[in-house]
């Protein structure tokens, strides 16, 4: 067996180790879990968006157990500040009476962080999080703090309850690298969360991975390789999310304000390369961008007026792009 073959095949039995674990607690959610652990290997964020009591938060903490990660879980308020996030100077005296300034640190020096209702809370503290999401960093008076690798935040919003809250602006919901949706579980899965739930003795999950380990799958991740004409359709599907390109399909140029940025095309290329490996190959081919196109894609898609008037889904630009951009020949 090669290295190459080496590393594939444990790259494969980690990923698959860490999504049984948590599917013993979270049920019916295959590929949210699948896309919430290839964001953490893709050095991103996730954005969750679901009515409350579908396990958002529970499939978050069983992550950081199963991964033996520090986990902490900040609920965003519309009175929260950002010294409540990032931690704050306090004054400390010693023995002798002279006082000092001690640095405590926040809920955001953790490697999962968990940003509850995200929307709930002002502009002023939402942006607290952008320093830690891009730079890995809190800078605090004149100080900067390095985060603990790797750093994941995961924020969920409630779609239903918008009144009072904060709509994320562009530049912070461009920072997440995929924007993933909860859907109600079916009859069968409410079966079986009410058999584990609702009986003495929840679920216990094992810890099957390190910090370590988690950092080399991330180098797997970026070792594999991509063919230009692959890369290229890549590009051609971020391009067609502008109404203003040659690219773009008719319902791109009715509906969109604004299309992706080149975060997007990133998003799309390095998720496509987790999906290559989870799918036993070491290149990247067309159908794996596809696959993780409305993840990448569905929250950099900004609809003009029209588009929210009529109540346009991002998805439903985002499949016709898929259809109607051609793959290399």
Same mark, same amino acid.
Request: aromatic share 6%; glycine share 6%.
């Given at each position: 067996?090669t290295?190459i073959? !080496?590393?594939?095949?444990?790259f494969q039995?980690? #990923?698959? +180790? ?7 607690v ?8 699948e896309g919430v652990i290839?964001s953490l ?5 996730v *954005? ?7 396990g958002k938060t529970?499939?978050?903490s ?13 609920q965003f308020?519309p009175?929260l ?5 990032? @931690?704050t100077n306090?004054? !400390? ?8 300034l001690?640095?405590?640190?926040g809920p &955001?020096f953790? =490697?999962?962080?968990l940003a509850?209702?995200? =929307?709930r809370?002002t $502009?002023?503290?939402?942006s607290a *999080? ?10 605090v008076?004149?100080?900067? #703090?390095q985060?603990?690798?790797?750093f #994941?935040v995961?924020a969920?919003?409630n779609?239903l309850e918008m009144e009072g809250?904060y709509?994320?602006?562009e530049?912070? +919901? ?8 909860v859907d109600?579980?079916?009859?069968a899965?409410l079966?079986?969360?009410?058999d584990?739930t609702t009986?003495?003795g929840?679920?216990k999950v094992?810890r099957?991975l390190?910090?370590g380990e ?6 797997t991740v ?6 230009? $004409?692959?890369?290229?359709y890549?590009i051609?599907i971020? *391009?067609?999310t502008?109404?203003t390109?040659? &690219?773009?399909? $008719?319902?791109?140029k009715?509906y969109v304000?604004?299309g992706?940025?080149p975060?997007?095309a990133?998003a799309?290329?390095?998720?496509g390369?987790?999906?290559a490996l989870?799918? =036993?190959?070491?290149h990247?081919?067309?159908?794996d961008i596809r696959?993780v196109?409305? @993840?990448a894609?569905?929250?950099r898609?900004l609809?003009?007026?029209e588009g929210e008037a009529?109540r346009i889904d991002?998805?439903?630009?985002? =499949? ?7 793959e290399?020949?």
């Amino acid at each position: 067996m090669t290295e190459i073959d !080496q590393q594939l095949e444990t790259f494969q039995q980690q #990923f698959g +180790l860490v999504k049984d674990e948590v599917a013993k607690v979270i049920v019916g959610c295959d590929e949210i879990i699948e896309g919430v652990i290839m964001s953490l290997l893709a050095n991103g964020h996730v *954005l969750l968006e679901g009515v409350p009591g579908l396990g958002k938060t529970k499939l978050v903490s069983t992550l950081s157990d199963v991964m033996h990660l520090k986990f902490s879980r900040i609920q965003f308020t519309p009175d929260l500040m950002p010294a409540d996030i990032t @931690g704050t100077n306090v004054v !400390q005296e010693k023995p002798t009476g002279e006082k000092y300034l001690e640095f405590q640190a926040g809920p &955001l020096f953790a =490697n999962m962080v968990l940003a509850d209702e995200i =929307n709930r809370a002002t $502009p002023k503290t939402q942006s607290a *999080l952008l320093e830690a999401m891009e730079e890995k960093s809190v800078t605090v008076g004149k100080r900067t #703090f390095q985060l603990d690798s790797p750093f #994941f935040v995961l924020a969920t919003q409630n779609p239903l309850e918008m009144e009072g809250t904060y709509p994320l602006p562009e530049a912070q +919901l461009d920072r997440f690298f995929m924007k993933l949706k909860v859907d109600y579980p079916t009859v069968a899965s409410l079966h079986v969360i009410m058999d584990r739930t609702t009986k003495s003795g929840e679920p216990k999950v094992s810890r099957v991975l390190g910090q370590g380990e988690v950092l080399i799958m991330r180098k797997t991740v970026r070792a594999v390789p991509i063919a230009r $004409p692959v890369q290229d359709y890549a590009i051609r599907i971020t *391009l067609a999310t502008h109404s203003t390109s040659p &690219l773009a399909p $008719p319902l791109t140029k009715r509906y969109v304000r604004y299309g992706s940025s080149p975060r997007g095309a990133q998003a799309l290329v390095i998720g496509g390369k987790i999906r290559a490996l989870l799918k =036993n190959r070491v290149h990247v081919s067309c159908e794996d961008i596809r696959a993780v196109a409305l @993840g990448a894609l569905r929250h950099r898609v900004l609809l003009n007026f029209e588009g929210e008037a009529e109540r346009i889904d991002s998805d439903v630009v985002v =499949n016709e792009i898929l259809e109607k951009t051609p793959e290399p020949s």
